[in-house]
Protein backbone atom coordinates (compact mmCIF):
# COMPACT_ATOMS: atom_id res chain seq x y z
CA UNK A 1 0.00 0.00 0.00
CA UNK A 2 1.55 3.56 -1.25
CA UNK A 3 -0.88 5.03 0.25
CA UNK A 4 -1.31 8.31 -0.87
CA UNK A 5 1.39 9.61 -3.60
CA UNK A 6 1.94 13.09 -5.51
CA UNK A 7 3.94 14.07 -8.14
CA UNK A 8 6.07 16.02 -8.63
CA UNK A 9 7.20 16.74 -5.58
CA UNK A 10 8.83 19.56 -6.62
CA UNK A 11 8.36 22.51 -8.93
CA UNK A 12 9.44 25.63 -10.21
CA UNK A 13 7.32 27.76 -12.63
CA UNK A 14 7.40 31.50 -14.09
CA UNK A 15 4.20 33.46 -13.60
CA UNK A 16 1.94 33.07 -15.84
CA UNK A 17 2.91 29.55 -16.75
CA UNK A 18 0.45 26.34 -16.06
CA UNK A 19 0.63 23.26 -14.73
CA UNK A 20 -0.94 20.13 -12.80
CA UNK A 21 -0.50 18.77 -9.52
CA UNK A 22 -1.31 14.92 -9.65
CA UNK A 23 -2.90 12.78 -6.53
CA UNK A 24 -3.66 9.34 -6.44
CA UNK A 25 -4.78 7.41 -3.47
CA UNK A 26 -4.87 3.21 -3.11
CA UNK A 27 -6.90 3.19 -0.03
CA UNK A 28 -10.32 2.96 -2.17
CA UNK A 29 -11.70 5.84 -0.06
CA UNK A 30 -14.22 7.84 -0.93
CA UNK A 31 -13.15 11.74 -0.26
CA UNK A 32 -9.90 13.50 -1.84
CA UNK A 33 -8.82 17.10 -0.92
CA UNK A 34 -6.44 19.66 -2.19
CA UNK A 35 -4.63 21.98 0.38
CA UNK A 36 -1.80 24.65 0.29
CA UNK A 37 0.17 25.51 3.14
CA UNK A 38 2.70 28.82 3.46
CA UNK A 39 5.22 29.07 5.52
CA UNK A 40 4.54 28.95 9.22
CA UNK A 41 1.18 29.00 8.79
CA UNK A 42 -1.62 25.95 9.32
CA UNK A 43 -3.11 23.94 6.18
CA UNK A 44 -5.68 25.63 4.30
CA UNK A 45 -8.46 23.89 2.11
CA UNK A 46 -8.19 24.59 -1.53
CA UNK A 47 -10.53 21.88 -3.47
CA UNK A 48 -12.16 18.65 -1.97
CA UNK A 49 -14.36 15.78 -3.86
CA UNK A 50 -16.66 14.04 -1.59
CA UNK A 51 -16.81 11.25 -3.90
CA UNK A 52 -16.09 10.30 -7.34
CA UNK A 53 -17.38 12.87 -9.89
CA UNK A 54 -18.34 16.14 -7.22
CA UNK A 55 -15.94 18.41 -6.46
CA UNK A 56 -16.31 21.28 -4.22
CA UNK A 57 -14.64 24.60 -2.92
CA UNK A 58 -12.82 24.97 0.04
CA UNK A 59 -11.43 27.94 1.26
CA UNK A 60 -8.93 29.54 -1.00
CA UNK A 61 -9.94 27.96 -4.69
CA UNK A 62 -9.49 31.37 -6.66
CA UNK A 63 -7.04 30.12 -9.62
CA UNK A 64 -7.18 26.66 -9.52
CA UNK A 65 -9.28 23.73 -11.43
CA UNK A 66 -9.79 20.27 -10.01
CA UNK A 67 -10.56 16.84 -11.63
CA UNK A 68 -11.74 13.98 -10.25
CA UNK A 69 -10.92 11.59 -12.90
CA UNK A 70 -11.13 8.26 -11.25
CA UNK A 71 -12.06 7.41 -7.38
CA UNK A 72 -8.12 6.64 -7.40
CA UNK A 73 -7.25 10.40 -8.76
CA UNK A 74 -7.21 13.93 -8.03
CA UNK A 75 -5.22 16.15 -9.40
CA UNK A 76 -5.25 20.01 -8.55
CA UNK A 77 -4.58 22.70 -11.71
CA UNK A 78 -2.95 25.98 -11.89
CA UNK A 79 -3.90 27.70 -15.38
CA UNK A 80 -1.74 30.73 -14.95
CA UNK A 81 0.80 30.44 -11.75
CA UNK A 82 1.20 33.82 -9.45
CA UNK A 83 3.89 34.15 -6.95
CA UNK A 84 1.43 34.25 -4.43
CA UNK A 85 0.27 30.74 -5.25
CA UNK A 86 4.35 29.46 -3.93
CA UNK A 87 3.51 27.00 -1.48
CA UNK A 88 2.85 23.10 -0.10
CA UNK A 89 0.84 21.65 -1.72
CA UNK A 90 -0.37 18.78 0.32
CA UNK A 91 -3.14 16.00 -0.98
CA UNK A 92 -5.25 14.26 1.39
CA UNK A 93 -7.98 11.24 1.15
CA UNK A 94 -10.58 9.64 3.97
CA UNK A 95 -13.05 6.90 3.64
CA UNK A 96 -15.70 9.90 3.87
CA UNK A 97 -19.64 9.03 4.04
CA UNK A 98 -18.67 5.52 4.41
CA UNK A 99 -17.63 5.65 7.58
CA UNK A 100 -17.48 8.07 10.81
CA UNK A 101 -13.83 8.94 10.90
CA UNK A 102 -12.32 12.35 10.35
CA UNK A 103 -9.18 10.65 9.96
CA UNK A 104 -7.27 12.00 6.26
CA UNK A 105 -4.57 10.79 4.97
CA UNK A 106 -1.85 12.82 3.64
CA UNK A 107 0.31 12.89 0.99
CA UNK A 108 4.34 13.93 0.82
CA UNK A 109 3.43 17.41 -0.69
CA UNK A 110 4.60 19.15 -3.61
CA UNK A 111 7.03 22.04 -3.18
CA UNK A 112 5.94 24.85 -5.84
CA UNK A 113 7.53 28.18 -6.31
CA UNK A 114 6.26 30.54 -8.53
CA UNK A 115 9.00 33.31 -9.77
CA UNK B 1 -17.21 25.03 11.47
CA UNK B 2 -16.12 25.53 15.12
CA UNK B 3 -13.37 28.06 15.74
CA UNK B 4 -10.25 26.75 18.27
CA UNK B 5 -7.77 28.49 20.42
CA UNK B 6 -4.88 26.41 21.06
CA UNK B 7 -0.90 27.98 21.97
CA UNK B 8 0.89 29.13 19.35
CA UNK B 9 3.90 27.29 21.04
CA UNK B 10 5.26 24.68 24.46
CA UNK B 11 8.53 23.68 25.37
CA UNK B 12 9.16 20.68 27.50
CA UNK B 13 12.18 17.55 28.31
CA UNK B 14 12.24 14.32 27.27
CA UNK B 15 10.41 11.93 29.81
CA UNK B 16 7.78 14.89 30.64
CA UNK B 17 4.36 14.01 30.08
CA UNK B 18 2.89 17.07 27.96
CA UNK B 19 -1.01 18.27 27.84
CA UNK B 20 -1.99 20.70 25.31
CA UNK B 21 -5.21 22.14 25.47
CA UNK B 22 -7.74 23.56 23.12
CA UNK B 23 -10.63 25.86 23.43
CA UNK B 24 -13.66 25.35 21.15
CA UNK B 25 -16.48 27.44 22.90
CA UNK B 26 -19.01 27.05 19.82
CA UNK B 27 -18.86 23.54 19.15
CA UNK B 28 -21.85 21.90 17.89
CA UNK B 29 -23.94 18.45 19.27
CA UNK B 30 -22.52 16.64 16.45
CA UNK B 31 -19.17 18.13 16.20
CA UNK B 32 -16.01 15.33 17.28
CA UNK B 33 -12.70 16.64 18.28
CA UNK B 34 -9.50 15.46 16.62
CA UNK B 35 -5.94 15.88 16.44
CA UNK B 36 -3.25 15.95 14.02
CA UNK B 37 0.74 15.75 14.05
CA UNK B 38 2.80 17.44 11.16
CA UNK B 39 6.57 17.23 11.63
CA UNK B 40 8.62 19.70 8.69
CA UNK B 41 8.08 18.63 5.59
CA UNK B 42 5.67 16.37 5.66
CA UNK B 43 2.02 16.30 5.59
CA UNK B 44 -0.25 15.79 8.87
CA UNK B 45 -0.96 12.87 10.41
CA UNK B 46 -3.82 11.71 12.48
CA UNK B 47 -3.39 11.29 16.41
CA UNK B 48 -6.55 10.69 18.14
CA UNK B 49 -10.65 11.29 17.68
CA UNK B 50 -13.01 11.82 20.19
CA UNK B 51 -16.81 13.35 21.31
CA UNK B 52 -16.95 13.02 24.87
CA UNK B 53 -14.57 12.01 27.72
CA UNK B 54 -11.32 10.44 27.31
CA UNK B 55 -10.15 8.62 24.52
CA UNK B 56 -6.25 6.75 24.72
CA UNK B 57 -5.01 4.90 22.08
CA UNK B 58 -1.22 3.81 21.57
CA UNK B 59 0.36 7.38 20.73
CA UNK B 60 -1.91 9.77 22.87
CA UNK B 61 -4.94 10.32 25.39
CA UNK B 62 -7.55 12.77 24.66
CA UNK B 63 -9.84 14.14 27.54
CA UNK B 64 -12.93 16.12 27.20
CA UNK B 65 -14.86 17.44 30.30
CA UNK B 66 -18.58 17.05 30.31
CA UNK B 67 -19.39 21.04 28.38
CA UNK B 68 -17.17 19.94 25.63
CA UNK B 69 -15.62 23.22 25.15
CA UNK B 70 -12.31 22.21 25.50
CA UNK B 71 -10.08 19.38 25.09
CA UNK B 72 -7.03 18.12 25.99
CA UNK B 73 -4.10 16.26 24.13
CA UNK B 74 -1.81 13.94 26.69
CA UNK B 75 1.90 12.88 25.09
CA UNK B 76 2.86 10.22 27.59
CA UNK B 77 6.53 10.73 28.82
CA UNK B 78 7.92 12.80 25.03
CA UNK B 79 10.78 12.12 23.73
CA UNK B 80 12.66 14.26 21.04
CA UNK B 81 10.87 12.92 18.03
CA UNK B 82 7.93 14.17 19.22
CA UNK B 83 8.91 17.87 18.70
CA UNK B 84 5.93 18.56 16.20
CA UNK B 85 3.35 21.20 15.64
CA UNK B 86 -0.18 20.06 16.83
CA UNK B 87 -3.34 20.64 15.60
CA UNK B 88 -6.84 20.90 17.25
CA UNK B 89 -9.71 20.64 14.59
CA UNK B 90 -13.34 20.00 15.49
CA UNK B 91 -16.14 19.16 13.16
CA UNK B 92 -18.86 17.01 11.89
CA UNK B 93 -17.59 13.88 11.12
CA UNK B 94 -18.45 13.38 7.52
CA UNK B 95 -17.21 17.24 6.18
CA UNK B 96 -15.02 18.02 3.94
CA UNK B 97 -14.01 20.83 5.42
CA UNK B 98 -11.22 20.82 7.77
CA UNK B 99 -10.09 23.95 9.69
CA UNK B 100 -5.97 23.62 10.66
CA UNK B 101 -5.33 26.92 12.49
CA UNK B 102 -1.94 27.60 12.98
CA UNK B 103 -1.67 24.20 15.49
CA UNK B 104 0.29 24.66 18.24
CA UNK B 105 4.29 23.95 17.84
CA UNK B 106 5.98 21.57 20.40
CA UNK B 107 9.81 21.96 21.60
CA UNK B 108 10.79 18.86 23.38
CA UNK B 109 14.67 19.46 24.81
CA UNK B 110 16.89 16.80 26.19
Known amino acids: NAGVTQTPKFQVLKTGQSMTLQCAQDMNHNSMYWYRQDPGMGLRLIYYSASEGTTDKGEVPNGYNVSRLNKREFSLRLESAAPSQTSVYFC??????????????FGPGTRLTVT | LAKTTQPISMDSYEGQEVNITCSHN???????ITWYQQFPSQGPRFIIQ???TKVTNEVASLFIPADRKSSTLSLPRVSLSDTAVYYCLVGPPNTGKLIFGQGTTLQVKP
Open chain 1, 92 to 105: ASTRGRAGTSYEQY
Open chain 2, 50 to 52: GYK
Open chain 2, 26 to 32: NIATNDY
